[in-house]
C-alpha cells in the first residue's frame, strides 16, 4: 500500500493540521467502595440510585462497575497521545506514546507539561466523544488535583465555534443527536483494523486493580488513538493509514 503524502497545503482546510489525538483511560479511585471516605459512600449510594442501570445491583457492586467514568469518583490511570506531522519523502505520519501512571497527579502533571510546550500552543485536540467524556474528565480531575487548566482543555467563557476540539463521534453525527455510535462500531464500517482485540473499556479496571498491569491498559490506550487516527482519515474520505507509517514511542 502506498504512502499517504497529500501536503497540508493541498486540503482546502487543512484536516490534519495541529491535530493531536487523544485517549484516556480511567479507574474508580478507590478499588472496593468500602475504601471510599465515609461522606463519598453516602454521596455514590445517592448516585447509584439515581443511575439506570439493567442490573439490580447494590451501591458497592454498582461502584466497581460504573464509577469510573464518573469524574467525581474515578481517577485517569492512562493519557495517550498521537501527534501527526508530515514527512516530505513518507507522506504523514503518526507518532503514539502514552502517560501512564498509579499516582494520578503526577500523571496530570507530566500531561499539562507537555501541552506547555512550544509544539502544543496552537493544536485542536482529536477524540473519540472526547467532548463529552475525555475532555471534561481531565478537566474536572486536573481541577481536584488542585492543578492549573492548560489553555487547550479550558472551554470556560468560550463561544461555541471558539471551542476547537474535534470529537469523530460529534462529525458522525451530522447533526443527529439520537444515538451514541461506539469507535469500534465506526471502525468495523470504515474496515479499520480494531483497537478490542486484548481487552475493551469495561475490562480497565479489573485489569488495573486485579492484575495490576498498567502497561497492558497503556497499550490499549495507544491503540485507541491509532484507531481514533484513522476512521478521522476515513472521514476525510483517504484511506487509512498503512502500518509502516505509524510508530508507537
Not at 502514552?98 to 500552543?121: N, Y
Not at 476540539?165 to 483494523?193: C, E, I, R
Request: glycine share 4%.
Amino acid at each position: 500500500m502506498s504512502t499517504i503524502n497529500i501536503r497540508p497545503e493541498q486540503s482546502p482546510y487543512h484536516p490534519f493540521r495541529d491535530i493531536v489525538f487523544i485517549d484516556i483511560e480511567t479507574v474508580p479511585s478507590f478499588e472496593k467502595f468500602d475504601a471510599l471516605p465515609e461522606n463519598l459512600q453516602q454521596l455514590w449510594t445517592v448516585k447509584a440510585a439515581q443511575l439506570k442501570l439493567a442490573e439490580d445491583l447494590s451501591a458497592a457492586e454498582a461502584y466497581e462497575d460504573r464509577a469510573g467514568i464518573y469524574a467525581e469518583f474515578g481517577k485517569v490511570v492512562v493519557i495517550a497521545i498521537g501527534i501527526m506531522h508530515f514527512d516530505e519523502d513518507l507522506g504523514y505520519q503518526l507518532k503514539v506514546k502514552s502517560l501512564a501512571h498509579d499516582d494520578e497527579k503526577i500523571l496530570l502533571e507530566t500531561f499539562c507539561t507537555q501541552l506547555k510546550k512550544p509544539f502544543f500552543k496552537n493544536i485542536r485536540l482529536c477524540g473519540h466523544n472526547g467532548k463529552e467524556f475525555d475532555f471534561p474528565f481531565l478537566c474536572r480531575r486536573i481541577l481536584i488535583n488542585q492543578l492549573p487548566l492548560p489553555a487547550q482543555l479550558n472551554m470556560a467563557g468560550k463561544k461555541p465555534w471558539e471551542n476547537t476540539h474535534v470529537d469523530t463521534m460529534q462529525l458522525w453525527k451530522f447533526g443527529d443527536y439520537k444515538s451514541y455510535t461506539s469507535l469500534n462500531l465506526l471502525a468495523a464500517v470504515f474496515g479499520v483494523p480494531t483497537s478490542k482485540d486484548d481487552i475493551d473499556g469495561s475490562e480497565v479496571s479489573t485489569v488495573y486493580y486485579e492484575e495490576k498491569n498498567l502497561e497492558r491498559i497503556a497499550k490499549y490506550c495507544r491503540k485507541d488513538v491509532i484507531v481514533t487516527a484513522q476512521v478521522y482519515f476515513r472521514m476525510q474520505g483517504l484511506p487509512t493509514m498503512p502500518n509502516v507509517q505509524i510508530t508507537e514511542v
